[in-house]
């Protein structure tokens, strides 16, 4: 069973900056797409940004665009999202996602989530 582990949350003042890390139990190259979601409470799971493994595309959220990056190391098995001028706005439980398509079937896979919180 695939397990992806979230880290590097916690408590940052607005401005700051945090490096979320995604650690895969399986070799990334094999995920078709990667990316990290978010929630807050009372809404709805919201992508964040996602990165196409193979291609290295990537794509953000309007709200996050030019403020947060997405990488992948293959060699460390890890998806990392780079967040820079943090906003309260930007406190949720952040989600690592992975996709892999097989055949006709589609396998996404989740992890525990991370909390970031940013103060004002």
């Not at 990488?71 to 949720?92: F, G, H, I």
């Not at 989600?95 to 079937?105: F, T, V």
Request: hydrophobic share 35%.
């Amino acid at each position: 069973q695939v397990q992806l582990v979230e880290s590097g949350g916690g408590l940052v003042q607005a401005g700051g900056s945090l490096r979320l890390s995604c650690a895969a139990s399986e070799r990334i190259s094999t995920f078709n797409t990667m990316g990290w979601y978010r929630q807050a409470p009372g809404e709805e799971r919201e992508l964040v940004a996602v990165v196409v493994i193979s291609s290295g595309y990537v794509d953000y959220a309007v709200s996050v665009k030019d403020r947060f990056h997405i990488s992948r190391d293959n060699a460390k098995n890890t998806v990392y999202l780079q967040m820079n001028s943090l906003k309260p706005e930007d406190t949720a439980a952040y989600y690592c996602k992975a996709i892999r398509y097989i055949l006709e079937a589609r396998y996404v896979y989740w992890g525990q989530g991370t909390q970031v919180t940013v103060s004002s």
